[in-house]
C-alpha cells in the first residue's frame, strides 16, 4: 500500500471511532436522564401502600354475589322516515319509468315500440345485460298481441 493511502485509512479510522464515541455517549447521557428520578417521585413512591385486598379476594366476592337482574327495555316499533322518502323517490322514479313506456306505446309500428321501449330501458341505467334479457322476454315470450298491450308489457318487465 502507498504512503498516502494508508495515511488516508488512519484518518478514516480515528474519524470511525470518534462518531462511535460520541454516539456512545450520547446514549449514555440520555439513559442516564430517564433512569433519574425527581425528588418527589421517589417519596412518592415511599408512600405507596400495598393494596387492601388481593386480586383472588375480589374475584371470590364477585363470585358469591348474585349477578344484577337486566331486564331489556321494550323498543318501540317505529317505520324510519327514511324509509318513506325513499318509497316516495323510488314511486315518483316508476311513473317515471312506465310512464316513458306508456309514451312509447303511443305509436302503432310494433318495432318502433320496441326500439322506444330499448331506448327507455338502456336511458335507465339498468346496464346492457339486463336490458337484453328484459327485451327477449317482451320480443320473444309475448304475442304480438300481448306486445301491443302495456299492461301486459308491464308485467313481463
Given at each position: 500500500?502507498?504512503?498516502?493511502?494508508?495515511?488516508?485509512?488512519v484518518?478514516?479510522?480515528?474519524?470511525?471511532?470518534?462518531l462511535?464515541?460520541?454516539?456512545?455517549?450520547?446514549?449514555?447521557?440520555?439513559?442516564?436522564?430517564?433512569s433519574?428520578?425527581?425528588?418527589?417521585?421517589?417519596?412518592?413512591?415511599?408512600?405507596?401502600q400495598?393494596?387492601?385486598?388481593?386480586?383472588?379476594?375480589?374475584?371470590?366476592?364477585?363470585?358469591?354475589q348474585?349477578?344484577?337482574?337486566?331486564?331489556?327495555?321494550?323498543?318501540?316499533?317505529?317505520?324510519?322516515?327514511?324509509?318513506?322518502?325513499?318509497?316516495?323517490?323510488?314511486?315518483?322514479?316508476?311513473?317515471?319509468?312506465?310512464?316513458?313506456?306508456?309514451?312509447?306505446?303511443?305509436?302503432?309500428?310494433?318495432?318502433?315500440?320496441?326500439?322506444?321501449?330499448?331506448?327507455?330501458?338502456?336511458?335507465?341505467?339498468?346496464?346492457?345485460?339486463?336490458?337484453?334479457?328484459?327485451?327477449?322476454?317482451?320480443?320473444?315470450?309475448?304475442?304480438?298481441?300481448?306486445?301491443?298491450?302495456?299492461?301486459?308489457?308491464?308485467?313481463?318487465?
Amino acid at each position: 500500500m502507498a504512503a498516502a493511502q494508508s495515511e488516508t485509512l488512519v484518518y478514516l479510522l480515528f474519524f470511525i471511532g470518534f462518531l462511535m464515541t460520541v454516539i456512545f455517549s450520547v446514549v449514555l447521557i440520555s439513559g442516564l436522564k430517564k433512569s433519574k428520578l425527581p425528588p418527589q417521585a421517589l417519596e412518592t413512591q415511599k408512600n405507596i401502600q400495598p393494596p387492601a385486598k388481593t386480586i383472588r379476594e375480589t374475584i371470590e366476592e364477585q363470585r358469591h354475589q348474585p349477578p344484577p337482574e337486566i331486564l331489556p327495555e321494550p323498543v318501540p316499533f317505529t317505520v324510519p322516515e327514511v324509509e318513506t322518502n325513499l318509497r316516495q323517490a323510488l314511486k315518483k322514479t316508476e311513473e317515471s319509468f312506465f310512464g316513458r313506456i306508456r309514451k312509447a306505446f303511443s305509436n302503432e309500428d310494433k318495432k318502433m315500440v320496441l326500439e322506444q321501449i330499448e331506448e327507455v330501458l338502456y336511458t335507465s341505467d339498468l346496464g346492457p345485460t339486463t336490458v337484453q334479457k328484459l327485451l327477449d322476454v317482451v320480443e320473444n315470450e309475448l304475442s304480438s298481441k300481448e306486445a301491443s298491450n302495456i299492461d301486459t308489457v308491464k308485467k313481463a318487465l
